[in-house]
């Protein structure tokens, strides 16, 4: 049977009458896929000058992502808080809430030679898009043995 699917989960997970692991097996459990498994999905990709960074962010706002540069390390957080309506008790109650509700976050060592200025940043639809310009790190002068006789 075909199950509306969010997140590789199914629809219905969480309510005892929608189980489908009851109609299984019990040796066999039915295997569990988180949702964050698919939050913040990231595309990496190397142009000319630099590196495109895509990070899939569905139901954010601009407002609740921070990128952050500390270290060397370039950091992406988004922040979702749970809305709260005193009208919800008056329609009805819910069953059953799907949204994200949380943190979620995202490291990536970009090296020390990037700066705050080598990072350009762009919300759009849902995707967060950094474009990183590619420099190079200072090079570490080699120990020059000399021979001796």
């Given amino acids: 049977m075909l199950v509306p699917s969010i997140f590789n989960d199914s629809?219905?997970?969480?309510?005892?009458?929608f189980d489908n692991r009851a109609i299984q097996p019990k040796k066999a459990p039915?295997?569990?896929?988180?949702?964050?498994?698919?939050?913040?999905?990231?595309d990496v990709k190397e142009v000319e000058g630099g590196y495109e960074v895509k990070v899939d962010l569905p139901g954010f706002k601009k407002e609740d992502i921070e990128v952050e540069l500390k270290e060397g390390y370039l950091t992406i957080t988004a922040a979702k808080n749970e809305e709260k309506s005193e009208g919800d008790d008056?329609?009805?109650?819910?069953?059953?809430?799907?949204?994200?509700?949380?943190?979620?976050s995202r490291s990536f060592y970009v090296g020390d030679a990037i700066g705050q200025d080598d990072i350009k940043a762009g919300f759009n639809e849902g995707i967060l898009t950094l474009d990183i310009a590619k420099k190079e790190e200072p090079k570490v002068e080699e120990k020059k043995l000399i021979d001796i006789h």
């Fill in 11 to 17: 629809f219905f997970d969480g309510f005892p009458f």
């Fill in 30 to 42: 039915a295997p569990r896929i988180s949702r964050m498994a698919n939050v913040m999905k990231t």
């Fill in 90 to 104: 008056k329609d009805g109650r819910y069953i059953c809430r799907e949204r994200y509700v949380g943190t979620c």
